[in-house]
C-alpha cells in the first residue's frame, strides 16, 4: 500500500522556500483491546454523572471545561474562547538555526515524520539534505500543527529529510533531581565490566531482532480460549533464577562465563573477549581479598509507570 502524505508544507531557510509532502514516519502496532464486561458477558456503558448528587448523569453535548485553579474552584471555558486560544496551524517549517546533529539529545525526542520533495522541491530539498549531511549539521525550526507550535528538529537520513518533534525543556525531567551517589568502582571491576560489554558487543542495531513477545503470548491466550481450552501460565522469558552473588566482581566473572543469550556474532567474533576473560579470572580472583566490597546503598523507589485502562 502506498503511503499517503498528512500534509503539504513549505521548508524554509534563509530565502529559500522546498516545498515539501509530510509523511508519518512510525506507526502503531494494533493494540490487542479487552472490553469491561458485565459478569454475565453484557456489555457496560460509561457514563457522566454529577459530584452534587452522584445520580444525575450529563450528556457530552451539556459539558464545558475548566481549569481549577483552587481546590474545586473553576474557571469556565466556552468552546469557541479554546477554540480561539490555539495557535493557528501554519503550512510554513520556520528554520531558524543549525547545530550539530550529536547536540540535540534524544531524550527529547518526540514523535517523527519523514519529509519528502513535492513538486518543483526535488533539487533543494537534495541539496539541503546534501549540505545537511556534509556539515554534520542539523536544522532546528519552529512548526506549528493542530493547534500546538512545535519545535523540531529536520535532520538529514541516507534516504530524505526526517523532521523530528522536540520535547520542550520543562518537559523533560532531570536526572540530577534523583540525588544518585556517584561511586566509583575499582580497576578490577572496570576492567571485568569493560571485558564483559566487549563480550555481547554488536556493531549495529537490528531492530528485526526483537519481537512483542508479550503480544504473542496475550494472542495465543485468545485463541486458546476461542478453541475451549484452559489458559496454561507459562514463564516469562528472563526469569530463570541464578543463584544469589553479593559481590560485584563475583557477579562480573560469572557474567563473563555465561553464553549470551541473544549473541549474534559469529563464535570466532567473541572467541578474543572471552578468552581475554579467562585469562583475567584466576589474577583477578588472587587479588579479591584487597579489593573491596561496593558499598551498600539504599534502594530507591522507582517511580509507577501510568498505564492506561483498555476499554
Known amino acids: 500500500m502506498a503511503a499517503r502524505s498528512i500534509a503539504s508544507l513549505s521548508l524554509s531557510f534563509g530565502l529559500v522556500s522546498i516545498p515539501v509532502k509530510l509523511y508519518s514516519a512510525t506507526e502503531s502496532s494494533e493494540t490487542i483491546r479487552f472490553n469491561l ?16 448528587d452522584m445520580k444525575t448523569v450529563v450528556p457530552r ?3 464545558i471545561k475548566g481549569y481549577e485553579f483552587e481546590k474545586d474552584r473553576y474557571v469556565l471555558f466556552q468552546p469557541e474562547e479554546l477554540k480561539a486560544l490555539e495557535e493557528g496551524s501554519s503550512h510554513v517549517i520556520d528554520i531558524v538555526s543549525f547545530i550539530p ?3 540535540v539529545d ?23 539534505r546534501a549540505a545537511m549531511r556534509e556539515s554534520g549539521r542539523c536544522a532546528l525550526a519552529k512548526w506549528a500543527w493542530k493547534g500546538k ?3 523540531v528538529q529536520v535532520r538529514a537520513a541516507e534516504d530524505g529529510l526526517v523532521l523530528q518533534q522536540l520535547l520542550y525543556a520543562n518537559e523533560v525531567r532531570s536526572l540530577a533531581d534523583l540525588d544518585i551517589e556517584n561511586t566509583q568502582p575499582t580497576p578490577a571491576e572496570l576492567k571485568l565490566a569493560l571485558q564483559l560489554i566487549d563480550q555481547i558487543s554488536e556493531d549495529t542495531y537490528d531492530p528485526t531482532m526483537f519481537e512483542d513477545e508479550e503480544k504473542k503470548r496475550i494472542l495465543a491466550a485468545i485463541d486458546a480460549k476461542i478453541a ?6 507459562s514463564p516469562h522469558a528472563g526469569e530463570e533464577a541464578g543463584a544469589q552473588v553479593i559481590d560485584l566482581t563475583e557477579a562480573l566473572m560469572a557474567s563473563l562465563k555465561r553464553k549470551p543469550a541473544t549473541a549474534t556474532k559469529a563464535p570466532a567474533a567473541a572467541k578474543p573477549a572471552a578468552a581475554g576473560a579467562a585469562d583475567n579470572v584466576a589474577e583477578i580472583g588472587a ?11 539504599a534502594e ?3 517511580e509507577p509507570t501510568r498505564t492506561r485502562a483498555r476499554k
Not at 464486561?37 to 459530584?51: F, M, P
Not at 475451549?228 to 501460565?233: Q, S
Open 61 to 63: 453535548n451539556e459539558m
Open 287 to 297: 587479588k579479591r581479598k584487597g579489593v573491596r566490597r561496593a558499598p551498600k546503598t
Open 101 to 103: 546533529e550529536k547536540e
Open 106 to 128: 534524544p531524550i527529547y525526542y518526540d514523535k517523527a515524520y519523514f519529509l519528502a520533495p513535492d513538486k518543483r522541491g526535488g533539487k533543494p530539498y537534495s541539496l539541503l
Open 149 to 151: 507550535q512545535y519545535v
Open 37 to 52: 464486561l458485565a459478569k454475565d458477558g453484557s456489555r457496560v456503558k460509561q457514563q457522566y454523572v454529577s459530584e452534587k
Open 300 to 302: 530507591t523507589a522507582a
Open 228 to 233: 475451549g481450552k484452559e489458559v496454561v501460565a
